[in-house]
């Protein structure tokens, strides 16, 4: 007799035990065919099944979705993808020293957010999450900024009040950060319909992980997008992992998350997440599809978690240690670099300047950032100030409030 | 000046609004072509075109997770949940986004939108169409938080609301959309036409946020109220025969705590009264306001009229509503104590 059982999802290896991809599934390089951008529905369905990459095992750029970048571009893409994981290592390090309270790395996740940015306008607004330091790098934002916000110091553009990376900027299009998820997807659908009612030709663009799918406000914002066709890119960062959750959890498990996009009668790309050019050719396809009043695309980016989730978490507990070495899609920033390399553009020398450049770079940024304080040392923000804009103006409640603070700082300083 | 009922006084403050500002658009379910189930915003599509009157798909927390988008690239969006009781989908972007973009970006963004929903009971609407979340609101730090009583206040603080560049959730007590309703359901409607505060002026006009008003001045017990309740204890006061001053708060954040303050001090004696649950309720903010700055001129202990802690229930809507009798008994009992 049949009955019904529990299906409970499983992660294909757990500690100790071998990795396993073969629920990967792949395409080769070049394979995916590109439709132009207002192609119906159904002539784009393909993308959400097969895996778009352009970057062979040769490392040379094939087939359609080739971007044709030139070398300066594709140097330029590196530099940001290694400054990004440099600053990475180095803030991860500053938590682990007792200097910042908490990080999270996006290592692994590089190409994601750089190529992205690149594919895009400085006036299209982004809607990021807690892991696409790469846009706020690739935009150029100053890391003594970042670094900044990391510390809650005074220079800190979140004035103290939230977790290190929550970054925002209004001169670099940057939406402030939310500790909870999913709620920026939604909110970037919005910013497009404005854009839209109000005639403009700048797009939004948002990120967030497998694991946020399966929140309520991924689906408002597919429901929205396509509705009102706004010209929006949603992103589905597809790295395996939410926390210690995998991705199967998100009902990732038969069909890719891309295919949620022709269920709500959008495109949906499912692409190599760590292939630069990938990434920027479907940003780019997605982008003109956007401004040409076509609507909004979803991309789902095949990546992989390389880090733990935050400082707080300790991936060995529930997955195989060397489970990275064994990820299909390679690294994006060796990938680049093997490009960059087969075609005559790169080398070890080029890249161990970069590499120190990098470093340099952000050891003198961080040099800088710590005299505007730390937590425990040097230059103390105002605790009144946490008191500052809950509203435009102060209440006279919130005021009696700041100066009941006031009297008891002032006892505690003289005791 | 012309006569308006409270539906009329809110498209009135929408359609002045949309004349002055391109930016401010309408957005909820039904809101567009029909012009909302109780026609809030009827007509203003075919004034403003669909562009700026959107009709939403069932999904609140789309609705506001939307506006929350369109206020950051410059619009001024006003949306309305059909329902007070439909919120709670959109509580996560009310609560967690919303309420904390200007704190958390440290003043860099805003998100000035107003969110408009119809509330309290006394139209059998049952349990998911009577409920009063004001305290929950109130309770988030960050959001603005009012309730008007008549149309012309109705008006001015929607117009006010509209322009604040901090969000504001905007309570419009259902029973009151179509005349003043004193808490009896066996009388006769009696439509706005009959009270002065459905003279509206047809222009623009604010009513600030944050400022109370006395709507009867008296001497002997100070009764707090807002929306519906304003209009029960108005006349519940007249019928006890009490000089009682009736305070119409309109605003719960801010909080208008100057004149509750002053008017408990003269009095010496307090009545808070709101159709919301008791538990819980903003009565016992205001009631704890009024004990920590009017403790030393009390006469009495401060008492709380409000519906009982359970659901709206459909069949038991006049046991639930506290209506005149239960003002009443609240008033001889704080006038008998000590």
New interface residues.
């Given amino acids: 007799m049949m009955r019904s059982r529990l299906h409970v999802p499983r992660p294909p290896a757990r500690p100790g035990e071998k990795p396993d991809f073969s629920y990967v599934a792949l395409s080769p390089a070049g394979a995916a065919a590109r439709p132009d951008p207002n192609a119906p529905l159904n002539d784009t369905e393909f993308l959400s099944r097969e895996l778009v990459r352009v970057l062979d095992d040769d490392h040379r750029a094939v087939g359609p979705w080739d971007p044709h970048l030139a070398a300066p571009d594709l140097e330029l893409g590196l530099r940001h993808m290694m400054l990004t994981r440099v600053f990475d290592d180095r803030m991860h390090r500053a938590q682990r020293q007792g200097k910042i309270t908490f990080y999270i790395k996006s290592t692994g996740e590089e190409a994601v957010s750089v190529a992205a940015n690149m594919a895009m306008r400085p006036s299209d607004m982004l809607f990021p999450s807690y892991r696409n330091q790469g846009l706020q790098i690739a935009r150029g934002r100053n890391i003594v900024d970042l670094m900044c916000q990391l510390l809650s110091n005074t220079r800190d553009m979140c004035k103290g009040r939230q977790l290190p990376v929550m970054y925002h900027s209004v001169e670099g299009n940057l939406f402030s950060i939310s500790g909870n998820l999913a709620t920026q997807f939604p909110q970037a659908v919005g910013w497009a319909m404005a854009s839209a009612i109000k005639g403009e030709d700048h797009i939004a663009a948002s990120w967030l992980g497998d694991g946020s799918t399966a929140e309520a406000d991924f689906h408002y914002a597919l429901l929205f997008a396509q509705i009102y066709k706004a010209p929006v890119i949603l992103n589905v960062v597809n790295n395996q992992w939410a926390i210690s959750t995998f991705q199967t959890f998100a009902g990732g498990e038969g069909r890719s998350f891309a295919s949620r996009g022709p269920g709500y009668g959008m495109p949906g790309i499912r692409v190599d997440g760590n292939d630069f050019l990938a990434v920027y050719a479907v940003t780019q396809w997605a982008a003109e599809r956007a401004r040409m009043g076509a609507g909004p695309t979803l991309i789902e980016h095949v990546t992989y978690r390389a880090a733990p989730h935050s400082t707080s978490d300790d991936p060995s507990r529930y997955r195989p240690k060397d489970d990275y070495e064994h990820w299909p899609l390679g690294d994006p920033i060796e990938r680049l670099k093997s490009h960059l390399i087969a075609l005559g553009e790169w080398s070890d020398e080029h890249e161990k300047t970069l590499v120190k450049q990098c470093e340099e770079q952000v050891n003198q940024a961080w040099r800088e950032a710590v005299t505007h304080g730390t937590l425990t040392d040097g230059p103390q923000l105002d605790p009144e100030i946490m008191f500052q804009d809950v509203f435009k103006e102060q209440t006279p409640s919130l005021a009696r409030q700041r100066m009941q603070l006031a009297q008891e700082l002032k006892e505690r300083a003289q005791k | 000046m012309t006569q308006m009922n409270m539906i009329q006084a809110l498209n009135s403050a929408m359609d002045v609004m949309m004349a002055r500002d391109p930016g401010v658009?309408l957005m909820g379910e039904d809101v567009g072509y029909f012009g909302g189930v109780f026609r809030a915003t009827e007509g203003l599509q075919r004034k403003y075109g669909e562009?700026?009157v959107?009709d939403?798909?069932i999904?609140e927390?789309?609705i506001v997770?939307?506006?929350?988008?369109?206020?950051?690239?410059?619009?001024r969006p006003v949306a309305e949940i059909q329902f007070a009781d439909y919120i709670y989908?959109a509580y996560?972007?009310i609560v967690?986004?919303l309420a904390r973009?200007?704190?958390?970006?440290?003043?860099?963004?805003?998100a000035p939108v107003t969110i408009r929903t119809p509330c309290g009971g006394g139209i059998r609407g049952g349990q998911t169409h009577s409920q009063s979340p004001e305290a929950i609101f109130a309770h988030v730090?960050?959001l603005?938080v009012v309730m008007p009583s008549n149309p012309y206040d109705a008006k001015g603080l929607l117009i006010a609301a509209i322009e604040?560049?901090?969000p504001v959730i905007f309570l419009e007590p259902k029973r009151l959309y179509n005349g003043p309703f004193d808490g009896d359901p066996n009388k006769p409607a009696v439509a706005w036409s009959s009270h002065p505060r459905g003279d509206v002026p047809e222009g623009h006009y604010r009513v600030d946020l944050?400022v109370a008003e006395i709507v009867r001045p008296g001497t002997q017990l100070t009764i707090i109220t807002y929306g519906t309740m304003v209009h029960v204890c108005m006349a519940a006061a007249e019928k006890a025969g009490v000089d009682a001053e009736v305070i119409d708060l309109r605003s719960f954040?801010?909080?208008d705590?100057e004149t509750i303050v002053s008017s408990v001090k003269k009095t010496g004696r307090c009545i808070v009264a709101h159709e919301a649950t008791r538990f819980g309720g903003f009565g016992g903010e205001i009631l704890s306001t009024v004990q920590e700055e009017c403790f030393w001129h009390l006469e009495a202990p401060i008492l709380r009229v409000a519906g009982w802690d359970t659901p709206y229930p459909h069949a038991f809507e006049w046991e639930y509503f506290p209506g005149q009798a239960r003002v009443i008994a609240a008033i001889k009992a704080t006038m008998e104590a000590s």
Avoid: W
């Fill in positions: 658009v562009h700026r959107l939403s798909p999904a927390g789309g997770a939307t506006a929350i988008g369109m206020s950051l690239n410059g619009l989908p996560d972007q967690s986004e973009i200007r704190y958390r970006s440290g003043g860099d963004f805003c730090s960050g603005k604040e560049d901090d944050g954040v801010p909080l705590i």
